[in-house]
């Protein structure tokens, strides 16, 4: 397509070999009992990226039956907070020494360009040394005024075994959002990636083992949802299920998990506005517009793929993400310059068109795109840059989750107004306002039904701020102490000081007991 900007050449290499993934459980690397395996095509460049061992209940079994051992005997979990801590930056070590293996794989399996694959994969080191830390703080409370002779102590213990499950679109940093929180916890695991993208999750293995992780703790199954993921979330020998992924899964997986009653901590769909008042910097704010839906191929829980924009400036500013979005560098994922890759299957990219071919057809105006984009010697697993404006609140186009590169636009006239279409979603992810008025912020950051609210900027995150979603984007939190404390359980320790007890069986005088 004309005026957009296109790289198609490439300076990093394809790999000589795909990746070959294979299951980690108990210590060890096996393939399916079966032998059976899965083919990655990369969906830019069409080669074989990866192959994986398909897992079966068989592995999966044995997987939670190793996590289970592990966590029972204490290997782990009766090690001080110091001696975890000690393991987990080695891991982050490791991590970033290999941030280049790691980042090239995650490109050829998700489309990503490699620019943001080394910083997802190099940056989430960051994430492990974050935990590391809160390895050496899992303290309770103490309560002295329950009576002299009382001392109430409630301590925190590891919740157990954990299965953690998680997608393609962030599959190394998603997996650095749980793991290491759940290790530095004292929990052992049993982990599966998405079947689209096992490489990096299966290459981290490695480096548990050499940093040291004992056998069992964390264990790795490649495989689809069904059989894998489904006896991951029902399995009686599980405590907790980490799940990030989309809301139907997500709602499966809460019904399944009921049976057992175990815990379940849900990351979910977004539909996360930005609303733009007309005294905010507005050059800023068309760039965080233009960079909330086109990072990661708009492909992205955060993406802030609806923008809420007062009438008075709608469109000069429609105008200015316009002229953005044709600058921002869609093409060849191996080149560094890139900023926006390819789509992760045929499949997904018929969903994306499908989405804005209907809202064209129930009248809704395409500013920008509206198609596949063909990146020559690369492919056509690509969709354009797309911005669609006259939408109606009821199209699925502005209620459901596009994952593409495609933004609709709707405004408002009042903060009312603002506040009540940002929260006429299902979701409740994330939500951003644009003023120079911090009373207008504060007042939007209050009534803004969403776990996460950006002020004047979109998508800056930190391993200290909790992160997840309300309503149908999730539920329990992630990173920061309130995601570490997901991991941990709550005991209370009554103790009564001295012999103080008064008994309760009293005989009753004149009766004799038979
Ligand atoms: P998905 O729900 O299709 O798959 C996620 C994982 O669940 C995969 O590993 C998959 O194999 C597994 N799975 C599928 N069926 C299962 C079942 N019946 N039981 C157990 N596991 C099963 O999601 P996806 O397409 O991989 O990822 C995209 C979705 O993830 C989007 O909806 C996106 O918003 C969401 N997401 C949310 C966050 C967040 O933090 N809120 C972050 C990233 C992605």
């Known amino acids: ?210 940093a040291g992780l004992p056998d069992g703790v964390c264990n790795i199954v490649l495989g689809f949802g069904n059989p894998v993921g489904s006896l991951m979330s029902t399995h009686k020998d599980v405590d907790m299920v980490s799940f990030t992924g989309s809301t139907a899964v997500g709602k499966h997986i809460t019904n399944a998990a009921g049976d057992t009653l175990k815990k379940v901590a849900l990351e979910l769909g977004g539909k996360n506005p930005q609303v733009i008042f007309p005294d905010a910097d507005l050059e800023n704010a068309a760039d965080a517009v233009t960079f909330g839906i086109y990072f990661n191929v708009g492909q992205c829980c955060n993406s802030s793929s609806r923008i809420i924009v007062h009438e008075d400036i709608v469109d000069s500013f429609v105008d200015r993400v316009v002229e953005l979005s044709r600058q921002v560098a869609f093409g060849n994922p191996m080149h560094p310059d890139t900023q926006v890759g390819a789509i ?33 010697g690369v492919g056509s697993q690509f969709y354009q840059p797309t911005v669609v404006r006259d939408v109606t609140s009821d199209m699925a186009i502005v209620r459901e989750e596009v994952f593409g590169p495609v933004l609709v636009v709707q405004t408002f006239r009042t903060m009312d107004e603002a506040i009540a279409l940002t929260n006429d979603s299902d979701y409740g992810l994330s939500a951003g306002i644009w003023s120079d008025n911090v009373h207008t912020c504060l007042e939007f950051s209050r009534r803004a039904q969403a776990g996460t609210i950006w002020t004047n900027t979109w998508m800056d995150g930190f391993p200290e701020l909790a992160f997840g979603g309300v309503k149908q984007s999730g539920q329990g939190r992630e990173i920061g102490q309130y995601g570490y404390d997901e991991f941990l359980e709550v005991k209370s320790l009554v103790m009564r000081i001295g012999q103080t007890r008064a008994p309760w069986v009293k005989p009753l005088a004149g009766r004799e007991t038979s």
């Open 1 to 210: 397509m004309k005026d957009l900007t296109v790289i198609v050449d490439q300076t990093v290499a394809l790999p000589d070999a795909p990746y070959q993934a294979r299951h980690f459980i108990d210590g060890s690397f096996v393939d399916s009992a079966d032998g059976r395996r899965s083919d990655r095509i990369s969906p830019s460049h069409g080669v074989l990226a990866s192959q994986a061992a398909l897992g079966t209940e068989v592995e999966t079994e044995a997987a939670i039956r190793a996590a289970r051992t592990a966590f029972d005997d204490g290997r782990w979990s009766g090690l001080t907070g110091k001696e975890r801590a000690q393991v987990l930056n080695r891991v982050a070590d490791l991590i970033e020494a290999n941030e280049e293996r790691l980042a090239v794989i995650e490109t050829l399996e998700s489309g990503k360009p490699i620019s943001q694959s080394r910083g997802e994969c190099g940056g989430a080191a960051d994430l492990w040394r974050y935990a590391a830390s809160l390895a050496r703080t899992s303290s309770g409370d103490s309560h002295n005024a329950l009576g002299e002779d009382i001392l109430g102590v409630v301590i925190k213990e590891p919740i157990g075994v954990v299965s953690i499950i998680t997608p393609w679109n962030f599959p190394f940093w998603i997996l650095s959002q749980k793991l290491p929180f759940a290790l530095a916890a004292g929990c052992t695991c049993v982990v599966k990636p998405s079947e689209v993208t096992p490489s990096t999750t299966a290459m981290l293995a490695e480096f548990l083992l050499d």
């Open 344 to 376: 992760v299957t045929p499949q997904h990219q018929a969903k994306i068109d499908g989405y804005v071919q209907d809202a064209k057809a129930e009248g809704a105006t395409i500013s920008l795109g509206g198609g596949a984009l063909e990146v020559p």
